[in-house]
């Protein structure tokens, strides 16, 4: 089996057409690459604090308390303009620590003035009271009697806790703080994955793999007729389709990694990104009614929407486990566009019909579930998952696990009508 599978890998790496879909899809990586560095030393890699509001504050209650707490903001908001500084300057693991501290207490902040009724609502409360301990800083929660109007809102809370655990992590790993753009041989896989893939992997697939059935008709009828290939001729074509794809796609990325590593090294493998916890361990849909806007906001190398940002869902994971899961779900695609390709040639006489066929379904998929997407139908629109890294890391509305199992179930089901017609059809 594995020397026929070599034999069509070699033989679709030796055609012409293939070659020149290659070096242009190498040329637009390349592009990319470039276009990204360039873009990550303007972009930058902090965000203002969000401050700590002191409107539903009243000296009447104890004005002497007051006091103490007017000192306490004033201090905070002189480590606001310094860890400003500190980031412009690019003195990282001062702007770290700063980043902490005020994330930690804005936190605390949120939970004091929260109108919650239990704990229950604050995500990492306890490891943010271990930070509060840890760097040193004061008890805000001395100051409630102080609080005239509590409000119901701690979508604030969310995102300074995240923060506060995003910062802490760099400042123990001694990580300096990256922009969403950055590229290194850490990073390189996910930019290309998710910047480029969504739309040129169906499209290689398409184009690679459309002159199959035309090529492979003259060797068929011989093959055919050696007792017992029928059943693994097709399982044969999958496997060296499939690998020939994913040999295409990931080889040049092993080649940028390897030629990124001695100018940037990988100390960036362990650099944390936020991703949708819910969406990552269930089949989780992202309840979005009443929203009228989404706005985004850089977090590292995650690009969230505030919304979304400020779920408590948002967990911590380093990079390379990230880049492994978003691997996996390139694979899971990658079967299924080729399978999707295949079943359509068989049932089409006609090679253009059938990749015109192909583009068409995908491109009405993807122009159904846009970015911004939030019907629910949408779950089971197979390019809802076309960006694993944005089902993954939370910018989409339908989660990872769904993803893996609504593109698997289409895999198998293509594979099964893959297998009727090996019999109905004749190959």
């Known amino acids: ?28 990586e390349i592009a990319l690459l470039f276009i990204l560095n360039t873009k990550s030393f303007t972009e930058s890699p902090y965000q203002t604090s969000l401050g700590i509001s002191i409107a539903s504050v009243s000296q009447k209650n104890d004005p002497k308390l007051y006091q103490e707490f007017m000192d306490e903001v004033n201090l905070i908001r002189q480590t606001i303009d310094k860890g400003e500084q500190d980031g412009k300057d690019k003195n990282w693991k001062s702007y770290c620590e700063y980043k902490v501290k005020v994330s930690v207490l804005e936190a605390q902040w949120y939970m004091v003035t929260s109108n919650m009724p239990n704990d229950s609502y604050f995500e990492h409360a306890d490891v943010l009271e271990q930070l509060r301990k840890e760097y040193g800083l004061p008890d805000l929660s001395q100051y409630e009697k102080l609080i005239v109007q509590k409000s119901n809102d701690i979508n604030l809370y969310f995102c300074s806790m995240q923060q506060a655990r995003y910062f802490d992590y760099l400042l123990k790993h001694d990580l300096t703080p990256i922009t969403y753009s950055y590229v290194d041989a850490s990073s390189v896989s996910l930019q290309i994955a998710r910047y480029i893939l969504p739309v040129v992997l169906p499209l290689l697939v398409g184009l690679l793999l459309f002159q199959q059935r035309e090529r492979r008709a003259k060797t068929e009828k011989t093959i055919l007729t050696i007792s017992g290939v029928k059943k693994k001729y097709v399982r044969w074509n999958l496997i060296s389709d499939v690998l020939f794809v994913l040999l295409v796609v990931f080889l040049p990325i092993l080649v940028y ?28 849909y992202w309840d979005t009614q009443g929203l009228d806007h989404i706005e985004l906001v850089a977090s590292g190398l995650t690009n969230m929407s505030v919304n979304q940002f400020t779920t408590p869902g948002m967990e911590l994971m380093p990079l390379w486990q990230c880049t492994l899961f978003v691997a996996f779900g390139l694979v899971l695609s990658t079967i299924f566009y080729v399978l999707l390709i295949t079943v359509l040639s068989k049932l089409m006489k006609n090679k253009y019909l059938s990749l015109l066929v192909f583009l068409v379904v995908l491109g009405l998929c993807s122009f159904a579930s846009p970015l911004g997407n939030m019907q629910k139908i949408n779950t089971f629109n197979p390019m809802s998952y076309r960006d694993f890294g944005m089902n993954l890391l939370g910018t989409s509305y339908f989660g990872y696990f769904a993803g893996i199992v609504i593109i698997g179930l289409y895999s198998v089901i293509l594979y099964l009508v893959l297998k009727w017609c090996a019999k109905k059809v004749h190959v």
Do not use: A, D, Q
């Open 1 to 28: 089996m594995w020397t026929y599978v070599l034999f069509n890998i070699k033989s679709n790496l030796k055609r012409k057409e293939n070659l020149i879909l290659v070096v242009l899809f190498i040329i637009c």
């Open 257 to 284: 990694m390897i030629v990124l590593v001695p100018f940037k090294g990988v100390s960036n493998l362990i650099y944390p990104v936020l991703y949708y916890k819910p969406g990552f361990t269930g089949f989780h």
